[in-house]
């Protein structure tokens, strides 16, 4: 009888499972990596519209105002809103504590970007 090597149909099915499974995880890890990649370019964006926001609103007259939510602009699930969340003293001024976050309102409502700012209390 002349015997030639070659694989036997176990090994060759457990060569497919575990190029299935390479494949499955690859294929995950991809998607997750996607993901994660679309939130970081949304929350970079979220970070240069906080900015020009916060610049916006601070020259306004009266300031930051505290307590207050509006629409971003040119993003229609995208939702500004600014909360006291504190309050200190610095050396005899007493100071506000102001957090300034843009979120996106989906089920989640996700917290893209917020900045905590300090202001003197009692000034608008």
């Known amino acids: 009888m002349n015997r030639r090597p070659a694989f036997t149909?176990?090994?060759v099915i457990v060569a497919l499972a575990l190029m299935g499974s390479v494949l499955v995880g690859s294929m995950?890890?991809?998607s997750r990596h996607r993901k994660q990649l679309s939130m970081a370019e949304k929350r970079l964006e979220a970070t240069r519209v906080a900015d020009r926001l916060v610049h916006e609103l601070s020259a306004q007259q009266g300031g930051l105002?505290?307590?207050?939510?509006?629409?971003v602009a040119g993003k229609r699930d995208w939702v500004w809103q600014t909360s006291?969340?504190?309050s200190t003293s610095l050396a005899t001024v007493?100071?506000?504590v102001v957090r300034f976050e843009i979120m996106e309102i989906d089920a989640a409502s996700t917290s893209l970007v917020?900045?905590?700012l300090v202001k003197p209390a009692g000034v608008p």
């Open 114 to 116: 917020s900045v905590d």
């Open 28 to 30: 995950l890890a991809f």
């Open 65 to 71: 105002p505290i307590g207050t939510r509006g629409a």
């Open 94 to 96: 007493e100071m506000q």
């Open 9 to 11: 149909l176990l090994e």
């Open 84 to 86: 006291l969340i504190g």
